[in-house]
C-alpha cells in the first residue's frame, strides 16, 4: 500500500500557501493517503484517508474508471471512496487536497494494477538433485513472467526457515536460497507464486534428496604396466543410490562424471608417446560425497606382456619331471578369465582342457623324453581368447657316444641358456667351446675310457655329464 502523510508533505516545501506564510509544524494535522491495494485481481480499489482533521476538501482526476464521487469537483474530505473499473491493466488518479477555505495544499499521483490472471504450475526447481547438507537455491525460471513478485514454499524447511510456509519476494536474480530440515532422506516441498494482484498460480510439489552418509567399499583397479594405448579400468563402490566416476590425466576421455551402479569397467584410451602416464580417478554418489581418489602412474610400454607364464624358479634344466607352473594376467576384479595349458606335459587335471584362472602353484608333469620341454598357456577373457605365453626347461641334460666307422662321434645337450663348454676326454677339445651349434656334435679322438662334459649356463650354475666310450 501507499502511504503518504500530509505532514510530511508540508515539511518537505510542498505546503504552497498557509495563514501569514508560516508553518507551524505543531498545527499540522496528521494526514495519510494511499490507495487500498497496490494490485488487485477484483475490479475495485479505494483511496483511503486517515485525518486528525475533517477541514479539508479534495478533488480527483482520473479516466477509465468510475468513482463514487464525480471527478474533478471538489468534495468534503471522506476516509474512503471507492473506484470500479473493467479492464485489466494500470490504472491512475490524481488527487488534490485543500483547506476549506479554498487554500491549496498538496497534490498526488495514485497508481495500481488490475489482474485477474492465474499462472500455470510455476516454474520452478532446486539447483542440485541432492545434497549432502542443508543448503540449497531454489531457481525460478523467468517463464513465469515478470507478474510473479512472490513465490510460497512450505515443507521440510529448516526450523528457522516457516516450514508451514510463508511467502518470499523473488529477487530480480530469480535465486532463493533454502535450509532443510535435518535427516537424510527425501525432502518434499509444495511451492506457488503470486502477482501483485496477489493472484496465486497453481501448486507445484518439488523434493530433493539430502545424503549426508557416502557410499562404502569404494576402489578402482588399473593394471600399472600396459603395452598399448587403450585398456581398461574398473570402479566398484556400494551405496542405495546411483555413483559416478571420473577419470582425468594422460587420457583421452573426458573429464566428466558418469553414473554407474554396483561396478563398471570403463574403455581407456591414454595420450601418445611411450612412458609413464598419470591419471586420477574419483567416485562420489549424487549428493557429491566423494569415496575415492585414486591417483595412478601407468607406464606404457609396447614390449610389455600382460600374460606371462613361468616355471617356478626359472630353471634353465631339471632331472625331475614334475614341475611348478605360475601363470600370472593383467585383468581386472570382474572379468572370467580361462586358462588352458598345454605342450610338452602329461595330461591331469590342469592340463589340456578349460580351467578356471589360477594364479597359484600349479603341478605340471613333463613328458620324459630327453631335451627341451616347452609349458604353453592360452587365456581367454571374458571368452576371447588372448595371444599364447609359454616358458621352457630342459631336461636330463646329457651327452652321448657312438661309433661311426670307426670315428667315435660325441652329442651333446642343446640347452637353451648354455653359455660355454668343455669337453673332456678327447684329443680335439683341450679348450674350452663358447661357439656351439645347436645340438652340436664332435668328432673325438678318446684319450681315456669316458668323455666328460661341462655345460656352463647363463645362471651361473654348471653340469657335468659323462658317458662311457664304446667298443
Given at each position: 500500500m501507499l502511504h503518504y502523510t500530509l505532514k510530511s508533505l508540508l515539511i518537505s516545501g510542498l505546503l504552497l500557501s498557509c495563514?501569514?506564510?508560516?508553518?507551524?509544524?505543531?498545527?499540522?494535522?496528521?494526514?495519510?493517503?494511499?490507495?487500498?491495494?497496490?494490485?488487485?485481481?477484483?475490479?475495485?480499489?479505494?483511496?483511503?484517508?486517515?485525518?486528525?482533521?475533517?477541514?479539508?476538501?479534495?478533488?480527483?482526476?482520473?479516466?477509465?474508471?468510475?468513482?463514487?464521487?464525480?471527478?474533478?469537483?471538489?468534495?468534503?474530505?471522506?476516509?474512503?471512496?471507492?473506484?470500479?473499473?473493467?479492464?485489466?491493466?494500470?490504472?491512475?488518479?490524481?488527487?488534490?487536497?485543500?483547506?476549506?477555505?479554498?487554500?491549496?495544499?498538496?497534490?498526488?499521483?495514485?497508481?495500481?494494477?488490475?489482474?485477474?490472471?492465474?499462472?500455470?504450475?510455476?516454474?520452478?526447481?532446486?539447483?542440485?538433485a541432492a545434497?549432502?547438507?542443508?543448503?540449497?537455491?531454489?531457481?525460478?525460471?523467468?517463464?513465469?513472467g515478470d507478474s510473479?513478485?512472490?513465490?510460497?514454499?512450505?515443507?521440510?524447511?529448516?526450523?528457522?526457515?516457516?516450514?508451514?510456509?510463508?511467502?518470499?519476494?523473488?529477487?530480480?536474480?530469480?535465486?532463493?536460497?533454502?535450509?532443510?530440515?535435518?535427516?537424510?532422506?527425501?525432502?518434499?516441498?509444495?511451492?506457488?507464486?503470486?502477482?501483485?494482484?496477489?493472484?496465486?498460480?497453481?501448486?507445484?510439489?518439488l523434493s530433493v534428496l539430502r545424503k549426508e552418509k557416502g557410499p562404502d567399499g569404494c576402489a578402482s583397479f588399473v593394471a600399472n604396466i600396459t603395452k598399448t594405448r587403450y585398456m581398461q579400468f574398473e570402479v566398484t563402490g556400494i551405496d542405495d543410490r546411483k555413483l559416478f566416476y571420473r577419470v582425468f590425466g594422460d587420457i583421452e576421455n573426458d573429464f566428466e562424471f558418469h553414473e554407474f551402479t554396483g561396478s563398471e569397467q570403463v574403455d581407456l584410451e591414454l595420450t601418445q608417446g611411450f612412458g609413464n602416464k598419470n591419471l586420477t580417478i574419483q567416485i562420489r554418489d549424487e549428493a557429491e560425497n566423494y569415496c575415492?581418489?585414486?591417483?595412478?602412474?601407468?607406464?606404457?610400454?609396447?614390449?610389455?606382456?600382460?600374460?606371462?607364464?613361468?616355471?617356478k624358479g626359472d630353471p634353465i634344466w631339471t632331472d625331475d619331471l614334475n614341475v611348478t607352473l605360475n601363470a600370472?594376467?593383467?585383468?581386472?576384479?570382474?572379468?572370467?578369465?580361462?586358462?588352458?595349458?598345454?605342450?610338452?606335459?602329461?595330461?591331469?587335471?590342469?592340463?589340456?582342457?578349460?580351467?578356471p584362472y589360477n594364479d597359484g602353484?600349479?603341478?605340471?608333469?613333463?613328458?620324459?623324453?630327453?631335451?627341451?620341454?616347452?609349458?604353453?598357456?592360452?587365456?581367454?577373457?571374458?571368452?576371447?581368447e588372448l595371444p599364447m605365453a609359454w616358458d621352457g626347461v630342459y631336461y636330463n641334460p646329457f651327452v652321448s657316444l657312438r661309433r661311426s666307422s670307426g670315428t667315435l662321434i660325441v652329442t651333446t645337450s642343446n640347452i637353451l641358456g648354455l653359455e660355454s663348454m668343455t669337453v673332456r676326454g678327447c684329443s680335439e677339445t683341450a679348450d674350452s667351446l663358447t661357439e656351439i651349434l645347436y645340438q652340436s656334435v664332435i668328432t673325438c679322438t678318446e684319450t681315456g675310457s669316458t668323455v666328460d662334459v661341462d655345460y656352463f649356463l647363463s645362471d651361473g650354475t654348471t653340469i657335468t655329464r659323462s658317458a662311457s666310450v664304446p667298443d
Open positions: 495563514v501569514d506564510n508560516t508553518i507551524v509544524e505543531s498545527e499540522i494535522p496528521d494526514f495519510n493517503l494511499y490507495m487500498e491495494y497496490d494490485a488487485t485481481n477484483r475490479p475495485e480499489n479505494a483511496l483511503i484517508v486517515s485525518s486528525e482533521s475533517q477541514d479539508f476538501h479534495f478533488l480527483i482526476s482520473a479516466s477509465n474508471l468510475d468513482s463514487e464521487v464525480a471527478l474533478d469537483a471538489v468534495h468534503p474530505i471522506q476516509e474512503r471512496t471507492q473506484f470500479s473499473f473493467e479492464e485489466e491493466g494500470d490504472y491512475g488518479i490524481s488527487v488534490k487536497v485543500f483547506l476549506s477555505d479554498g487554500t491549496y495544499y498538496t497534490s498526488k499521483e495514485l497508481d495500481w494494477t488490475y489482474d485477474t490472471s492465474l499462472s500455470m504450475a510455476p516454474v520452478v526447481g532446486f539447483d542440485e545434497t549432502n547438507d542443508e543448503n540449497l537455491s531454489l531457481l525460478v525460471s523467468s517463464s513465469n510473479a513478485v512472490e513465490l510460497w514454499i512450505e515443507g521440510d524447511l529448516h526450523p528457522d526457515e516457516n516450514p508451514e510456509g510463508s511467502w518470499i519476494v523473488i529477487p530480480h536474480t530469480n535465486v532463493i536460497p533454502v535450509r532443510i530440515s535435518e535427516g537424510d532422506g527425501f525432502k518434499k516441498f509444495t511451492v506457488k507464486t503470486r502477482n501483485k494482484a496477489l493472484a496465486e498460480s497453481e501448486e507445484l510439489s575415492l581418489k585414486d591417483q595412478y602412474e601407468i607406464l606404457y610400454d609396447p614390449d610389455y606382456a600382460d600374460g606371462i607364464v613361468e616355471l600370472s594376467l593383467d585383468h581386472l576384479p570382474s572379468d572370467v578369465i580361462e586358462m588352458y595349458v598345454f605342450g610338452d606335459i602329461e595330461n591331469s587335471e590342469y592340463t589340456n582342457q578349460w580351467i602353484d600349479i603341478p605340471i608333469v613333463l613328458d620324459d623324453s630327453d631335451g627341451h620341454k616347452w609349458v604353453r598357456v592360452k587365456f581367454k577373457k571374458n571368452d576371447v
